[in-house]
Every structure is written in structure tokens, then in C-alpha cells.
């Protein structure tokens, strides 16, 4: 080969794209070691920088379960069916699955507390158009037919992959959705998980609880004093035992990757 094709031969080389994502051993640990099946996804805001374990799972579409509920305070906010974090969701006086749900909510605590009927009643009020239209212009997810405005998120009509997940986040992040600052502000005081003096974590989890087999989601993004990190964790929920390690495998790799 002479020197002329092996000049053109690099060229191309250079001009191909590199893979977006490889395997990264130490998160595949941290899965193995719990026996899961599972994926995690971490990017830095400036896309320079990004870890993540099991690809193909990261490509694979599940319902979002309450992980939806980041853009639907976004669009609960929007459309004025809540006006900011503090006013009153009043509770039927039915009892519903988990006990801290039978009380008044705030918008705020209903998020902390991943209060779905909360946001079904929030839903009712922005109505089934309206989220055809917010699901289109954010292009969030993938809507699998005509949707019902109370469990759309639930059932399996809307699904979104782990890599989808982050890059929704960073829209959200940079603001380049169409919603209020006043809107962005309250998601952001809503999402606070954690604060410390070197960081902030903002971060909802998920569970699918009606599909099978279920799975459960921990997505968010940490703010350090450098950097912004988004990251989706998406596991497969055996039982009830699995749900705190979609934090705990978070928390992990976020810690070997020294971002918190």
C-alpha cells in the first residue's frame, strides 16, 4: 500500500464516527453483584462524557410509570391545572395503596411522595388533547395508540428508552422546551432528592408495576461545583426487594465515576 492510500485510508478512518456508548466493567459489577438485569446510563450535560452498562436494555422502550411525572408537572404547570408547588390537591377520603397517600397533597410533597392519584387528578384537569400535543412538541416517549389521560403512563400506551430518558433531561436542563421559566423553576425546587455543599441531586424513581415483567427507573441529574451529570437507571423488579437498588446502584456508580 502506498503512501497515498494509506493517507486516504486514515482519513476516512478519522471521519468515521466512534461508537456513542461502550460497556463499562465497573457498572457491570455493580449489576451482577445484585443479580440484575439491568441498565445505566450517565452523560455529562456537554455530551463529552458518558458511562453506561447493557446498551441494548439502554435502547429498549418501558413504560415510564412515575419518572413521567417530571414532565407532567412541567405540563400540570403549563396548562394552570396546579398554579405553583404549594397549592392544596385535596384526597378524596378513599384509601388508597400506600398510606401516605391518604391525606391532602401539595404539588411538591405529591411528587416526593410519587402520588399517582394526585397526578390523575391533575391529569383530568389538563385533559387527553393536551398531552397528545405536549408528548409531540417535547418528543418525549413513544405513544403506542389513543391515550387515556389517567393511566397512559401506566399501562404501556407511552414507553421511552434509558437513552431517551437522559436526553430529555438535558433538554430540560438547558430549557429548550416549550414551557415558563416559572414552570422550569418549580420542577427544579420539586425534584430536590439531596443537597450537600458539593452537590445537588434532583431525581425521580418509577415503577411499572402493571406490566410484565415489571421494571423500576431512577432518573434525574446531579449539579456539582464543575459539572452537570443526567443519568436513567432501569432495572427488571423482580419483587418488591429490588426497588431500593434502582437508588443504590445510582448512588454507586455515581460514586465510582467521582461525581458525588
Known amino acids: 500500500m502506498n503512501r497515498i492510500s494509506v493517507f486516504v485510508l486514515l482519513l476516512v478512518v478519522s471521519m468515521c464516527p466512534s461508537p456513542a456508548w461502550s460497556e463499562d ?49 412541567l405540563i400540570a404547570l403549563e396548562e394552570k391545572a396546579v398554579a405553583n408547588e404549594n397549592e392544596i390537591i385535596k384526597w378524596d377520603g378513599k384509601e388508597k395503596e400506600y398510606p401516605e397517600w391518604n391525606r391532602d397533597h401539595t404539588l411538591e410533597t405529591a411528587f416526593k411522595a410519587s402520588c399517582v392519584w394526585c397526578f390523575q387528578e391533575l391529569a383530568r384537569r389538563v385533559g387527553g388533547n393536551k398531552y397528545q ?43 429548550e422546551l416549550p414551557f415558563s421559566p416559572l414552570s422550569y423553576e418549580t420542577l427544579r425546587k420539586v425534584m430536590v432528592t439531596e443537597q450537600t455543599p458539593v452537590y445537588t441531586l434532583r431525581a425521580k424513581t418509577g415503577w411499572a408495576e402493571r406490566v410484565r415483567p415489571q421494571t423500576g427507573w431512577y432518573v434525574g441529574y446531579v449539579e456539582t461545583q464543575k459539572d452537570v451529570w443526567l443519568f436513567a437507571t432501569n432495572v427488571e423488579v423482580r419483587s418488591g426487594k429490588d426497588l431500593p437498588y434502582r437508588q443504590q446502584i445510582t448512588r454507586e456508580a455515581l460514586k465510582l465515576k467521582g461525581i458525588i
Open 25 to 73: 466493567a465497573e457498572l457491570s459489577v455493580l449489576f451482577a453483584s445484585k443479580g440484575l438485569d439491568g441498565t445505566i446510563v450517565i452523560s455529562s450535560l456537554d455530551d463529552r462524557r458518558s458511562h453506561i452498562h447493557n446498551e441494548r436494555r439502554a435502547k429498549e422502550t418501558f413504560v415510564p410509570a412515575s419518572t413521567f411525572k417530571i414532565l407532567n408537572t
Open 133 to 175: 400535543q405536549y408528548l409531540q412538541k417535547t418528543g418525549y416517549g413513544n405513544l403506542h395508540g389513543q391515550l387515556t389521560e389517567t393511566t397512559f403512563w401506566l399501562d404501556g400506551t407511552l414507553t421511552i428508552d434509558s437513552i431517551s430518558q437522559v436526553d430529555f433531561l438535558k433538554k430540560i436542563y438547558r430549557k
